[in-house]
């Protein structure tokens, strides 16, 4: 099972709410990532869990809050969000310990702020 | 710093044409190497992989060689289809990198009947 999965796939939301999205993986993986995608750009990354602690937060501003319950699931708590927040969410997977670093990618969240 | 050039798009094909996406990167060290391909809708999946200089990754009929003399890593597949249309994109992994990836700003490819 190379499978990542999140929840849900599509998520429209007011500058108000709170709001959360899942990710889940069975691969054994010890490193799971969250990163931004806008239209017809590359994606970028915004936080990196190894064995469930944060490792790498790229200056991600804090109405994004990462959790990481346990080595399967990842979650990005949402807060106050800004319409330019609106992108496409994606969340990765990889083993921490492979030297080549690949990274399984699930589909996605597309994100909309109104 | 580490950066990976694409060639900018869109790329217009006909089926059954040659494809090539030129991919050049800038690291130090010897970064590993990918391609990612993103259907219109969907996330990310792994094409192909490489790992040390001369390598070559293959998958589905693409393909793509390490070269470090050139600091390259072209993408070709002999005959499109149009299943083929979507969004390529090129990254590394530098040595030691702590698993980021750097990636390309992604090229799209269209190809029709």
């Known amino acids: ?114 | 710093g580490n950066s990976v050039t694409q060639m900018e798009g869109p790329v217009t094909l006909s089926e059954e044409a040659f494809l090539t996406i030129n991919c050049t990167y800038t690291a130090t060290g010897y970064p590993s190497l990918f391609w990612y391909v993103q259907y219109p809708g969907e996330g990310l999946q792994l094409l192909l992989k490489a790992t040390k200089a001369d390598d070559k990754g293959s998958n589905k009929g693409f393909e793509a060689t390490y070269r470090k003399e050139t600091t390259s890593f072209h993408l070709e597949k002999g005959s499109v289809q149009v299943s083929d249309s979507a969004v390529y994109f090129c990254a590394l992994r530098r040595t030691g990198g702590g698993n980021k990836l750097t990636f390309g700003t992604g090229t799209q490819l269209k190809v029709e009947l």
């Open chain 1, 1 to 114: 099972d190379t499978e990542v999965t999140q929840t849900p796939k599509h998520l429209v939301m007011g500058m108000t709410n709170k709001k959360s999205l899942k990710c889940e993986q069975h691969m054994g993986h010890r490193a799971m990532y969250w990163y931004k995608q806008k239209a017809k750009k590359p994606p970028e990354l915004m936080f990196v869990y190894s064995y469930e602690k944060l490792s790498i937060n790229e200056s991600v501003p804090s109405r994004f809050s990462p959790e990481c319950p346990n080595s399967s699931l990842l979650n990005l708590h949402l807060h106050a969000l800004q319409p330019e927040d609106s992108a496409l969410y994606l969340c990765a997977s990889s083993q921490e310990r492979d030297r080549v670093g690949e990274q399984y990618f699930g589909p996605g969240t597309r994100l909309t702020v109104t």
